[in-house]
């Protein structure tokens, strides 16, 4: 990316919904070339432009949790399956006592108990967990919740039906179509 190129992305990260126009007016170039310069962007993966839920306002909160799975290769594996969870907002292998690290994020405390006890703990090649909870995260305050419930079974491979939570303390998972969506309004 060249000094123009991160000018767009300051531009985009300040407001996602600037006009090409307003990109090459800043930029002082003509509208095709910040349309070429934009779609380059995106097209090698460098800027992806979304929606993205205010998990703050919405009173979400969150957890981190440390795993000691048996192997480095079990971390790579399972750190692909939690990256397709819609409630993981940071997932890495990491190195020390622990060697795979996610931060989670949840409507509730309960969506994450159900979660953290009923999807991963019961995984077999976790051998050890440490869990911290925590209310909305500071930062960051607007996160890519994958509210897409288009799937009878969640990425996990759990069905949110077959689980006892479900309905009691669980909304479900909200990559399935059993997702009863978000609770309550969000505090103004």
Do not use: W
């Amino acid at each position: 990316m060249d000094e123009r190129d991160m000018i767009i992305y300051r531009l985009l990260r300040k407001n996602g919904r600037m006009k090409v126009s307003g990109i090459a007016r800043e930029l002082g170039i003509s509208h095709a070339s910040a349309r070429e310069r934009l779609g380059k962007l995106e097209e090698r993966g460098d800027v992806k432009i979304q929606a993205l839920l205010n998990i703050r306002k919405r009173n979400f909160v969150s957890a981190v949790v440390n795993l000691r799975v048996r192997s480095m290769d079990e971390a790579e594996k399972l750190a692909d399956v939690f990256a397709k969870c819609p409630r993981t907002v940071f997932v890495a292998t990491t190195t020390g006592k622990y060697n795979l690290n996610l931060a989670l994020i949840a409507e509730d405390y309960s969506a994450l108990e159900a979660t953290i006890e009923n999807t991963i703990r019961p995984m077999e090649s976790v051998r050890e967990m440490d869990v911290s909870l925590g209310s909305a995260p500071a930062y960051p305050e607007f996160v890519d919740f994958k509210l897409d419930p288009v799937r009878e079974v969640a990425p996990c491979g759990k069905v949110c039906t077959d689980c006892y939570l479900y309905g009691k303390k669980c909304s479900g998972c909200p990559a399935t179509v059993h997702f009863k969506g978000l609770k309550g309004e969000a505090e103004h």
